[in-house]
């Protein structure tokens, strides 16, 4: 299930591509911004086919071992624990997965990146391999780990893997660490969850929508805000994300009384390290502050609920 940060993270970036257009329909912008952050459970279903590609792929490559022409010992009595273990067997016993990861395995082999291949043979070199294969005990938490550590330093990571990725959506690369996380804590729970809806709940969904369209609705006021505050900065300098970043902080501390001030700040504070520079973080950081003590001073804003001042 997405996160509130996730949702705002995906409005951001909806925002961004909606101010970028040069018809700006609102109502088509919504949509646009639905699909894109239901799209994310897509992508989960995406990395768990290249997991069940995988693991077919090294059932193929050890029979074919034991059809070589001169095959070695080794071929004709391979260590198949990697495909033969607990936490494999869930993956593939999960039925739904399977017939799903069939409807979308064309990606991963409609092409000339020979990927799943590729990964495996870096995998068979590898010391994790290596290690996972001898050690004799047999347990799930040793499969998980093992599991973790191939999707973490073989797939995730994978540049040419980033790049189909890309093709498919811009956006499922800044999806991709939240993806993972989802998926690794599936595993920890050692079952496959494939998610209907990318939400927790209409509240949730409700928030993103509203994010979105009141960010647009009061563009001009917050503007005006920005342009007051920072009186050494012409607005064409300010950097578009930090604008996005500023207006929808002022929207959420403006325009939705149930939610605390400091959750608000503190969330796009944070998201200005990772989408901002150094000194344009500092710039969001002191621009918000000043401007909610104004807010305060000229008593604009109205929170419901203890403590949400």
Same mark, same amino acid.
């Given at each position: 299930?997405?996160?509130?940060?996730?949702?705002?993270?995906?409005?951001?970036?909806?925002?961004?591509?909606?101010?970028?257009?040069?018809?700006? =329909?609102?109502?088509?912008?919504?949509?646009?911004?639905?699909?894109? %952050?239901?799209?994310?459970?897509?992508?989960?279903?995406?990395?768990?086919?290249?997991?069940?590609?995988?693991?077919?792929? /090294? &059932?193929?490559?050890?029979?074919?071992?034991?059809?070589?022409?001169?095959?070695?010992?080794?071929?004709?009595?391979?260590?198949?624990?990697?495909? =033969?273990?607990?936490?494999?067997?869930?993956?593939?016993?999960?039925?739904?997965?399977?017939?799903?990861?069939? *409807?979308?395995?064309?990606?991963?082999?409609?092409?000339?990146?020979?990927?799943?291949? *590729?990964?495996?043979?870096? %995998?068979?070199?590898?010391?994790?391999?290596?290690?996972?294969?001898?050690?004799?005990?047999?347990?799930?938490?040793?499969?998980?780990?093992?599991?973790?550590?191939?999707?973490?330093?073989?797939?995730?990571?994978? *540049?040419?893997?980033?790049?189909?990725? @890309?093709?498919?959506?811009?956006?499922?690369?800044?999806?991709?660490?939240?993806?993972?996380?989802?998926?690794?804590?599936?595993?920890?729970?050692?079952?496959? $969850?494939?998610?209907?809806?990318?939400?927790?709940?209409? $509240?949730?969904?409700?928030?993103?929508?509203?994010?979105?369209?009141?960010? %647009?609705?009061?563009?001009?006021?917050? &503007?005006?805000?920005?342009?007051?505050?920072?009186?050494?900065? =012409?607005?064409?300098?300010? /950097?578009?994300?930090?604008?996005?970043?500023?207006?929808?902080?002022?929207?959420?501390?403006?325009?939705?009384? @149930?939610?605390?001030?400091?959750?608000?700040?503190? @969330?796009?504070?944070?998201?200005?390290?990772?989408?901002?520079?150094?000194?344009?973080?500092?710039?969001?950081?002191?621009?918000?502050?000043?401007?909610?003590?104004?807010?305060?001073?000229?008593?604009?804003?109205?929170?419901?609920?203890?403590?949400?001042?």
């Amino acid at each position: 299930m997405i996160s509130r940060r996730h949702i705002r993270l995906k409005v951001m970036q909806s925002l961004y591509a909606f101010r970028s257009q040069n018809e700006r =329909d609102i109502l088509k912008g919504e949509r646009d911004m639905l699909k894109h %952050i239901e799209n994310i459970s897509e992508l989960q279903l995406v990395i768990m086919s290249f997991l069940v590609s995988l693991i077919k792929h /090294a &059932e193929s490559f050890y029979e074919e071992g034991k059809n070589k022409h001169l095959p070695t010992q080794k071929d004709l009595n391979p260590n198949i624990k990697f495909i =033969d273990n607990s936490f494999v067997r869930i993956i593939l016993d999960n039925r739904e997965l399977i017939k799903q990861s069939k *409807k979308i395995s064309a990606f991963w082999y409609d092409n000339d990146h020979d990927i799943v291949r *590729k990964i495996f043979m870096d %995998i068979l070199k590898s010391d994790e391999y290596g290690n996972y294969l001898c050690n004799s005990k047999n347990n799930i938490e040793i499969d998980i780990k093992f599991f973790n550590n191939i999707l973490n330093n073989f797939i995730l990571n994978n *540049k040419i893997l980033h790049h189909m990725l @890309e093709e498919r959506s811009i956006y499922w690369i800044d999806d991709l660490p939240f993806v993972a996380t989802i998926i690794m804590g599936n595993f920890k729970l050692q079952k496959i $969850i494939l998610p209907k809806t990318v939400f927790k709940n209409n $509240i949730d969904k409700k928030f993103a929508l509203n994010l979105f369209h009141l960010t %647009i609705k009061n563009d001009s006021e917050y &503007e005006k805000i920005i342009i007051k505050k920072a009186k050494n900065w =012409d607005i064409e300098r300010i /950097a578009i994300m930090d604008q996005i970043l500023i207006k929808m902080a002022f929207c959420e501390i403006l325009n939705m009384p @149930e939610l605390p001030i400091n959750v608000s700040l503190n @969330e796009y504070i944070e998201i200005s390290k990772y989408y901002s520079t150094n000194k344009s973080k500092m710039f969001v950081n002191g621009l918000l502050d000043s401007s909610v003590s104004d807010f305060k001073h000229e008593n604009k804003i109205k929170k419901v609920g203890r403590g949400l001042m």
